[in-house]
């Protein structure tokens, strides 16, 4: 009877429920999914360690980070700015790293005033020789202030300062650095004539790009300061041969100032010196006049007295010192007494001619 009937398992034990397939499904689902979260968790774990790990990075030496949280800097002013080490950062999409160079010298090429070329066709001397004129599709030029076309272009070297606004003030900074380096160009090319810029004046027309160009970057508060300035003007190839003369006239024509003014200077440094020569030989002539004088009316002063005390007496003794120096210089002295009645002597010299030199005959 039913009531009376007695369960058994599969092993024959009485008092045991036998299981049915849906039972042993469960239980082998139940299994694999306990096995299956272990795992996912094991997973999950790795996953968080990497994520986490994947944060670390290296600022170089010559660089700056700034770390933008959720779009915004981190910090205010130098405290943005990550130095050179290993930092640690929450990864995207929470941090975002922007790298700076700050310390490397970036570089900004101005080709908007040259003619249509490539740095490789330079390189190569395979450049396309110029057309009857200028392309304005595909030629670059400036105007200068004598209304002449040149080709002019520059290469900048410079260095960031405020690595902050430079990034996140401009869109694209190192488009508006370019568009500086251009502006100075055309400015610096209206103000000077095309012979300053190509002979006369190059230093200063590069001076005038890099002194505009520094007003820009000051106005614009571009945070970059310049560390080179290369400026290469040329004349436009189709009138090379023209300006090429014109060089070399304007070499003759100095070189004949030069030596003008080599020659002038030679003509005025004797003139200065003979003149210096006489001015010192008349102030040596006028000193010893001076002095002579000086001395001469001195030793009248001096005798003054003397002539004052016994005039006849200093007259004798002036006549016998003047007959003394006249004797004593004379080779041949005559005496002449004065005659005792008062009346002039008479002194008659014969002077014979020299007699002639036998002369030698022939026999």
């Known amino acids: 009877m039913s009531d009376s009937h007695e369960h058994k398992t599969d092993g024959g034990k009485p008092g045991s429920v036998p299981l049915t397939s849906e039972d042993a499904g469960s239980q082998a689902l139940s299994d694999a999914l306990r096995s299956s979260f272990v795992i996912v968790k094991i997973v999950l774990f790795g996953l968080l360690i990497i994520f986490l790990g994947s944060g670390f990075f290296q600022v170089g030496p010559q660089e700056r980070v700034i770390i933008l949280q959720f779009g915004k800097?981190?910090?205010?002013?130098?405290?943005?700015?990550?130095?050179?080490?290993?930092?640690?950062?929450?990864?995207?999409?929470?941090?975002?790293?922007?790298?700076?160079p700050a310390a490397q010298i970036q570089i900004a090429s101005s080709t908007v005033g040259w003619y249509a070329t490539t740095p490789e066709m330079e390189a190569a001397h395979s450049e396309p020789p110029p057309g009857a004129s200028l392309n304005p599709a595909i030629d670059g030029y400036t105007l200068t202030s004598d209304a002449n076309i040149i080709h002019v272009r520059a290469t900048l070297r410079y260095r960031i300062t405020d690595p902050i606004g430079f990034h996140f003030e401009f869109r694209n900074a190192k488009d508006f650095v370019t568009n500086a380096l251009n502006n100075a160009l055309f400015?610096?090319?209206?103000?000077?004539?095309?012979?300053?810029?190509?002979?006369?004046?190059?230093?200063?027309?590069?001076?005038?790009?890099?002194?505009?160009?520094?007003?820009?970057?000051?106005?614009?508060?571009?945070?970059?300061?310049?560390?080179?300035?290369?400026?290469?003007?040329?004349?436009?190839?189709?009138?090379?041969?023209?300006?090429?003369?014109?060089?070399?006239?304007?070499?003759?024509?100095?070189?004949?100032?030069?030596?003008?003014?080599?020659?002038?200077?030679?003509?005025?440094?004797?003139?200065?010196?003979?003149?210096?020569?006489?001015?010192?030989?008349?102030?040596?002539?006028?000193?010893r006049t001076v002095q002579l004088v000086s001395a001469e009316a001195k030793k009248f002063s001096d005798l003054l007295p003397e002539y004052q005390r016994n005039p006849e007496l200093f007259t004798q003794w002036r006549q016998m010192e003047t007959i003394q120096r006249v004797m004593a210089n004379a080779q041949e002295k005559f005496f002449v007494r004065s005659r005792e009645d008062g009346k002039p002597v008479e002194l008659r010299l014969q002077l014979n001619r020299e007699p002639q030199k036998p002369g030698t005959h022939a026999p």
């Open 187 to 287: 400015y610096a090319s209206s103000r000077f004539t095309v012979d300053d810029v190509l002979t006369r004046k190059k230093v200063a027309f590069r001076e005038t790009v890099g002194k505009r160009l520094d007003e820009i970057i000051e106005g614009q508060r571009l945070g970059i300061v310049v560390e080179q300035l290369d400026v290469d003007p040329i004349p436009p190839r189709q009138l090379q041969a023209k300006f090429n003369e014109v060089l070399q006239a304007s070499v003759k024509r100095d070189d004949g100032l030069n030596k003008a003014r080599s020659y002038e200077n030679e003509v005025l440094s004797k003139a200065r010196a003979g003149a210096d020569s006489r001015l010192n030989s008349a102030q040596s002539e006028r000193n």
């Open 73 to 100: 800097p981190k910090g205010v002013g130098e405290k943005a700015l990550l130095m050179p080490g290993f930092h640690w950062a929450w990864p995207a999409p929470i941090d975002e790293i922007q790298r700076v």
